[in-house]
Nanobody
Framework: QVRLVELGGGLVQPGGSLRLSCAAS????????MGWYRQVPGKQRELVAE???????DYTDSVKGRFTISRDAAENTVYLQMTSLKPEDTAVYFC??????????WGQGTQVTVSS
């Protein structure tokens, strides 16, 4: 089992920045991949960014060049640095993990609102 706890959501003006963090309850070196999804009401949850155990990263097109996913293995934490935020980035952001047995885990979600 892996418990994921997200921090860092909030209200920010367009063009601003936020950093989300996701702390895992055990070593992320034993987790195959971690990532961030987001969801708005009435729409499917979408993958925003992902980082694999080998350190490879991937981003959805709409956030490339603005968001950066990173990890701190010593802290068992994955971060999502979001810059140049736009109103369309408003969503609930969920941390996601897949372990070595392909079991999936989700955090509770954190609200990000981009508005003036």
């Amino acid at each position: 089992q892996v418990r994921l706890v997200e921090l860092g959501g909030g209200l920010v003006q367009p063009g601003g920045s936020l950093r989300l963090s996701c702390a895992a309850s055990r070593s992320i070196s034993s987790i195959n991949a971690m990532g961030w999804y987001r969801q708005v009401p009435g729409k499917q949850r979408e993958l925003v960014a992902e980082i694999t155990r080998a350190g490879f990263t991937d981003y959805t097109d709409s956030v490339k060049g603005r968001f950066t996913i990173s990890r701190d293995a010593a802290e068992n934490t994955v971060y999502l640095q979001m810059t140049s935020l736009k109103p369309e980035d408003t969503a609930v952001y969920f941390c996601h993990a897949v372990d070595l047995y392909s079991r999936e885990y989700w955090g509770q979600g954190t609200q990000v609102t981009v508005s003036s």
